[in-house]
Structure formats: C-alpha cells, structure tokens
C-alpha cells in the first residue's frame, strides 16, 4: 500500500515522526509520497526524506507550492521557482505537487 500524499514534514509530526512511519509500516504501508509546501520547505523536506529511517519507510518527495501559501511567498520563494526543475532532480523528486490543482474551478 502507497499514501500518496501526506504532510509528515510538518511541525506537528517532530515528536513522534519515526513513530508514524513505524506504525504505518505495520499497518502495511510500504511507501509514502509527502509534497511540499512552499519553496522555504524544500530543502529540510528533501534532507528528512534522506534519513535513514524515512528512506526506510519509502519516502518521496514532490516539491511545488500549496495553493494556499501562494498570496503569502516571499520574494526568494518566487524567485526559487526559477530553479525547480533543478530542484526536483537534485531530491529524485517523483513529481510536481502541490502544484494548485485543489483550488481550480
């Protein structure tokens, strides 16, 4: 089983973090995709998701913007966006997301 998409890399999950992963692997879960959310969140997202107990539990990373983030990005946000195609080789990203499709009418 795949969860294709959970926010683990959120604060609310430093306590316990290792714990999720551990439970989720017994659950069955054998990989887990976590987007990021803004481009602030790439670079500890990318280097959690390379820890030994993440790469265990078959993180992934996709790194884009959550739609909601996007009124508040700072100016090295944006201009990071320059650099995601780089930035999604550089983490073997496995895809795009957030990428926004969630608030699309």
Known sequence: MIDS????DVAAFDADRDAVLARA???????LLVPAIRPSTW???????AAPAAA?????????????????????????LADLPAALTAAR?????????DGAT
């Open 25 to 31: 692997g017994a659950a069955g879960v054998h990989a």
């Open 5 to 8: 998409h959970c926010h683990l």
């Open 93 to 101: 990203a496995i895809a795009v997301g957030e990428c926004g499709l």
């Open 56 to 80: 265990a539990a078959g993180v992934r990373v996709a790194l884009g913007i959550h739609p909601q983030v996007v009124p508040d990005l700072t100016p090295a946000e944006t201009a990071r």
């Open 43 to 49: 670079d500890a997202l990318v280097s959690w998701a």
